[in-house]
C-alpha cells in the first residue's frame, strides 16, 4: 500500500530535549516535505527536500533540522524544542516532474506537546 | 507572495442538501490545486487534485471547478450526508522556489441528520 508513515505519533515532552520525529514514504517519490498546523495559522512549511542531499528551509524553519540521507525517509529533528514548538506536525511526498505536478501525499500527524 | 482564502469559514446545511465551497488565490501561477479532508484532530485526505490546465475533476459526489485567470476554486457536494462533515482544505502548489503546497484556514462543515 502506497503511504507516508510517521513516527511517533504523539509525544509529551519536555523543553531542550532533543527528539527526533521520522517520516517515510514508500512510492519512490523526490519530493519530501513537513508542515506545522496550528490553530488560526493553518499549515505552513517547514522544510523541504528535492531529493537526496538536497534540503532547503520553508516559511518557518527556526528551531528545526532536517535530513535526507536515502530517498525514502526524511526526519524532522527539534535540537532543543520549546513550548511553541506544540504544534501538529505533517510530513508529506510527491513526485516532481516538468509540467504536470503530482498530488501531495500526507502522512497521518504527529502531535508534540512540549512542557 | 501566494495567499488562499476560503469562504465561509464554517457552514451548517441539513442533509440532503448539495452545497458550495469556495477557495480564491492571489497568484495565478501555481502548478495545481488540491482540495483535502481533515477530521478533527487528524490527518490530511486528498479528495481532489486539478492541474493547472484544467477546468474541474469529479469524484463521486465531488466536484472542483478551477477558474485559474480569476484565481477561484469551488468545491461541490452533491447529496451531503452527516458523514461528509469536517473541515475541507483548500491547497494550491506555488511555482517556483520551494514547490509547497500554500492552504487556507478551511472551511468547517456540519451536515445535520
Known amino acids: 500500500e502506497a503511504q507516508v508513515t510517521q513516527n511517533p505519533r504523539y509525544l509529551i515532552t519536555v523543553t531542550g530535549k532533543k527528539l527526533t520525529v521520522t517520516c517515510s514514504q514508500n512510492m519512490n517519490h523526490e519530493y519530501m516535505s513537513w508542515y506545522r498546523q496550528d490553530p488560526g495559522l493553518g499549515l505552513r512549511q517547514i522544510y523541504y527536500?528535492?531529493?537526496?542531499?538536497?534540503?532547503d528551509k520553508g516559511d518557518v524553519p527556526e528551531g528545526y533540522k532536517v535530513s535526507r540521507k536515502e530517498k525514502r525517509n526524511f526526519p524532522l529533528i527539534l535540537e532543543s524544542p520549546s513550548p511553541n514548538q506544540t504544534s501538529l506536525y505533517f510530513c508529506a511526498s510527491s513526485y516532481l516532474g516538468t509540467g504536470m505536478y503530482d498530488e501531495q501525499f500526507f502522512g497521518p500527524g504527529t502531535r508534540l506537546t512540549v512542557l | 507572495k501566494q495567499e488562499v482564502t476560503q469562504i465561509p469559514a464554517a457552514l451548517s446545511v441539513p442533509e440532503g442538501e448539495n452545497l458550495v465551497l469556495n477557495c480564491s488565490f492571489t497568484d495565478s501561477a501555481i502548478y495545481n490545486l488540491q482540495w483535502f479532508r481533515q477530521d478533527p484532530g487528524k490527518g490530511l485526505t486528498s479528495l481532489l487534485l486539478?492541474?493547472?490546465?484544467?477546468r474541474e475533476q469529479t469524484s463521486g459526489r465531488l466536484n472542483a471547478s478551477l477558474d485559474k485567470s480569476s484565481g477561484r476554486s469551488t468545491l461541490y457536494i452533491a447529496a451531503s450526508q452527516p458523514g461528509d462533515s469536517a473541515t475541507y482544505l483548500c491547497a494550491v502548489r506555488a511555482q517556483g522556489g520551494s514547490e509547497k503546497l500554500v492552504f487556507g484556514k478551511g472551511t468547517k462543515l456540519t451536515v445535520n441528520p
Open positions: 527536500s528535492m531529493n537526496v542531499e538536497v534540503t
Open positions: 486539478i492541474q493547472s490546465s484544467q
